[in-house]
């Protein structure tokens, strides 16, 4: 792993016929290779929005990340 920094990325999220996209989610990014670390209270929230979608029987959603 190489340094990182703090930016913003999509995640993208597919359970069974669900697909979430999050925009916005803040991060740490590899400068190296692009990927992304996400802290455990980001990783959170991320799932409480994804979980919120899944109850609605959305297919396809895409959202901004809610702090």
């Known amino acids: 792993m190489g340094e990182t920094s703090a930016g913003k990325v999509t995640v993208t999220l597919q ?3 669900l697909t979430v996209l ?14 992304y670390y996400l802290s455990d209270e980001i990783t959170d929230q991320v799932l409480k929005q994804a979980e919120a979608s899944a109850a609605r029987n959305a297919e396809v959603e895409i959202l901004r990340f809610a702090a």
């Open 15 to 17: 359970r069974g016929e």
């Open 22 to 35: 999050i925009k916005n989610v803040p991060a740490q990014i590899c400068e190296s290779c692009g990927e």
